[in-house]
Structure formats: structure tokens, C-alpha cells
């Protein structure tokens, strides 16, 4: 049975950004693949997997054509929770150059796995880093290895789940609810480019991150918060 209109307003939103568009792909992958087609996968299976636990979720950017930065979290307005999904990459000095099929390419075996992004300059600074420690939670429960790379450059608000503060983000410091975002692994490295585009392993990475964010927006009390500003 479908839950009735006030059931349903009472069931969290969760909004599930895919990061960059098809005008602005992201980094490209050891084998050239763009970032955005790894987030578009990845933030399908989340949103299926949060669908499956009994929430609603929206999935934003779809199809890769949304026209800010700005509007990201606009469209996510009225949703409880906030995660914006990414692969992450490696600056140009750490690149090597290499050839796949024929394509000139580079990549870099330095840093594999994944991290987590919060902005102390978001709304509820607190609820967000306390989802972002679920989520990290879930996933090395699961097996899955996060990554020290990202505190070379950005403060570290838990080194053992790698999370990081990332303050002036407009996805994170612009949106009106926790928001979170979460970098599913190294793009750049060539036996991570495979594991991320497995679909097997996408589907468990997707069900993991969808555990922690139901989780916290409902035994967290971070729903119910939200809708009482």
C-alpha cells in the first residue's frame, strides 16, 4: 500500500546531486572516461538504494545540463539531506603520461579511495559532518578504503573516515539543509578507474552511502530538525 499525502510528508527527502555536466565533465579517467558519467552511475544506484530503504529521494542534474553551481542546491531546497556524488582526481604534477588504445593519456597509482566533504559555512555544520562520519562508517564496515590524499590540501575534520573541511563549496555552504559531499574514489589511478566501474561494486558502494544517510536524517533526529526551522 502507497503511503497517504500526510504519510508521505512525513517521509525524509533526500537530494542526490550529480556533480558537473556534460558542458563541464569534471577530470578525466586513466582510460579517458569523463567524472560526470562515474557520478550520473553512482548517483542512480544511490538514489534506488535510498528508495529501497523507504525514503524519497531526487535526483538532481540528471542530465547533465543544470546551469549553476548556484542552482544545485536550490533545487534541492526542500529536501531534508543533501549529498553532492564526485570521483576525485590528482593535481597535474603528480600525472604520468601513459597510452590506452592508442590515446595518449596519464595517470597517477599515487592515491586511491574515497573522502568526504563538509563546509563549516553550511547551515547545520554539526548534522552534516555527522552524516558524513555515517556514511564513512558504512562504508569501511564494508570493506572500502578511504584515502589520505585530500589533506594536502584541505583541513581534516576526521582523519580516519577522511573528512574534510571544505568551507567555501558552494554545493555545501548554499544549500538550506546538512549537506555532504563524497568523492567515490581516485579516477586517475588505473586499477581504481576499473573498480569504479564495476557495477557489482558500484551497487554495494551505493548501498552503503544509502544506509548511512537514513541513518542519520531519521535515527538522527536531522528530518525532523530540519523540518521544524
Not at 11 to 26: E, M, N, R, W, Y
Request: glycine share 6%; proline share 5%; with cysteine.
Amino acid at each position: 500500500m502507497s503511503p497517504g499525502p500526510a504519510q508521505a510528508q512525513q517521509i525524509p527527502v533526500i537530494a542526490v546531486d550529480v556533480g558537473h555536466t556534460l558542458a563541464a565533465p569534471g577530470a578525466t579517467s586513466a582510460r579517458g572516461r569523463a567524472e560526470f558519467e562515474f557520478n550520473r552511475e553512482l548517483a542512480g544506484r544511490v538514489v534506488a538504494a535510498l528508495e529501497r530503504l523507504g525514503l524519497r529521494a531526487e535526483l538532481i542534474n540528471a542530465d547533465g545540463r543544470i546551469e549553476s553551481l548556484q542552482a544545485r542546491p536550490a533545487r534541492a531546497a526542500d529536501a531534508d539531506f543533501l549529498i553532492s556524488i564526485h570521483h576525485d582526481s590528482v593535481s597535474e604534477r603528480y600525472l604520468t603520461p601513459w597510452e590506452w588504445e592508442g590515446m595518449p593519456r596519464d595517470f597517477s597509482d599515487l592515491w586511491a579511495g574515497h573522502s568526504l566533504f563538509v563546509s563549516r559555512n553550511n547551515p547545520d555544520p554539526d548534522a552534516s559532518l555527522t552524516c558524513a562520519s555515517a556514511i564513512g562508517l558504512r562504508l569501511q564496515r564494508a570493506g572500502f578504503v578511504p584515502t589520505d590524499k585530500n589533506r594536502i590540501r584541505r583541513e581534516t575534520a576526521d582523519a580516519q573516515l577522511a573528512i574534510h573541511y571544505y568551507d567555501n563549496l558552494v554545493v555545501l555552504y548554499r544549500a538550506r539543509q546538512p549537506a555532504v559531499l563524497f568523492e567515490a574514489g581516485v579516477i586517475k589511478h588505473r586499477d581504481e578507474e576499473l573498480l569504479l566501474r564495476d557495477p557489482d561494486r558500484q551497487q554495494r558502494m551505493a548501498e552503503e552511502i544509502a544506509t548511512g544517510v537514513a541513518a542519520c536524517v531519521t535515527a538522527g533526529g536531522i528530518a525532523t530538525a530540519h523540518r521544524a526551522d
